[in-house]
Structure formats: C-alpha cells, structure tokens
C-alpha cells in the first residue's frame, strides 16, 4: 500500500474526532496494532523503519494538534518508590512503548517534574508545564488539574478506557476518597543539569484491605456525552473530553459507590469515614519501611 493515502486516512481520522487543533491532547497508546498492522501494509520490516513509522504517528498528532496547542505523552514510572532513585534524564516510563520511545528519540518534547507521574510535553504550555513543582501526583498543583481545568481530550490509540483512564486518580483525590490517602516517598533526585539531592513526593495511594477492579469503559463516557469513537484500520481511535469526564467519575464516586470507576469486592464508600491519615515510606537495607499514621 502506498505510504502516503495510509497517513492521509489516519490524518483524517484523527480530524472526525474533532476538537484537537489547538487543544491540549493527553495521548494513551498501545501501539501494538498500530506496528503489527503497518508491518502488513506498509512492509515494514527494519528497526529504523519502525522507528520512522512511529516519528510518523508523532508529527502526524503534532501536526493535528499544531504549535497553538499541546501535546502530552506520560512516561509515568515507580522506581522513586522503589528506592532506584529517579533521573528526569534517564529513567524510563512503565507505561507503553511510544512513551519511551517520545523520551528516548524525540527532542521536541521535555519532560515535566514529579518522579512518579511525569509527561513529556510540546507546545504552547510546555513550559508552563515543564515549571511544575507538584510535590503531589494528582494534587491541585499538578498537570492533571491543569487537564481538567483546561478541558483537555484524553487522545486513546488502540487502548480502552479502562486501561488508560490515570485521570481518576486525580478526581478520586480532589473529592478525597476514604479509601485512599496520601503516601510520601523520600529518595534521590536527579534533575535535567545532573544534579541529585535527597526530595519527598507523594501520591494519594490505596488502601491495600480495599480489594477492587477499575471498571470503567468506553460506553460510559459514551452515554455521558464524554466520548467519541473512531475506526481507523478496525483499531480503535477514541477521544475523551476530560472536563466532561470529571464530572462523570465525580458523580459516579459521589452517588453510586463508584461503581463506574471501580468494581469493590469488599468495600462500600464510605463518606463519612472522616479520620485523616497519612504514610511515610522511606528505604533501609534496601527495604521500604512505612509508618502509618492516624489523625484524629
């Protein structure tokens, strides 16, 4: 198949989406299909021309997105937590291939702050991004607010909404959740001029005696006036308004138990479960110590 029409139809996908020129674009991906489906029409066959398939799929987002919006690809990882350490350089993302693959070959994008949840970013509010000192990871200080603040589109390639949906993170944390509190890690951090000195961040983490599956889907934010679905090749191109999907999953967590979000095996939200509490996890031995703590 002739290269060009293929990318001219996946442009014009990702246009019957709407609402991406100019907008701030959250990008979650399992290029699996994506690859396995150029190599049978495309011929791909070589690392590099993997590599210039997925420079390609890249310019050909940024190019939908254009200059006056942003581009927002995460390359969240947990080695802060694990006591590896965090270099803002260096440490890869656990969270798809084409993340790392933004991290590791393309200079347009910067990477934003927090060791755990960070993004790489172009565009107009990279640097606004990039500024971020969010000691917590969904906390009001946080790229994620500023994606709900500014209606951003969760842009899924190939993946569901219930793999990709790291946004109910944050909404779990600014209705305060009982069943999660924050958790502060202390560790090395290395920062883009090498420079490494001990820091704390945290993240609103989960009580591990609530046992639950996340559960939300696709249909959802569809029956919620949130979502829109495109084809492109029988893979799945699908985008989520973020402002309209807060307000989705609050409501969800706030009047029905959640049951949009998560599917609990042990657990009733319970709201009037007050008690504020907390968790220090620092590494001794090469072990994660935690202190909890009680508030009353």
Known sequence: MNSENYWKEFRDKLSELGALKGGI??????ITGLIVQAQKELGIKTRDERNAYINELIDALKEQV???GTLLFPVYSWDFCRGKGFDIRKTQGEVGALNNFVLNERSDFRR?????????????????????????AWGPASPFKYLHENNAIELDLNVTALRSMTFKHYVEQSVR???????YFMGRYTD???ITEERTYSMYVRDLSVELESSQTNEFFNAGGAGKQVLFRNLNLYAIDLGRAYELLKDDLLTNNGRNVYS????????????ARYEIGFWKDKKIVSIPEGIE
């Open 25 to 30: 674009i959250y990008v979650g991906s399992d």
């Open 66 to 68: 254009t200059e006056e």
């Open 112 to 136: 934003t702050k927090h060791p755990i949840y960070s993004f790489m970013v172009w565009g107009r509010d990279a640097d606004l991004l990039c500024d971020m000192n969010n000691q917590e």
């Open 177 to 183: 959740v009982p069943y999660r509190y924050p958790k």
């Open 192 to 194: 883009e001029n090498g």
């Open 264 to 275: 609990f095996e042990n657990y009733t939200i319970d709201w009037n479960d007050t008690a």
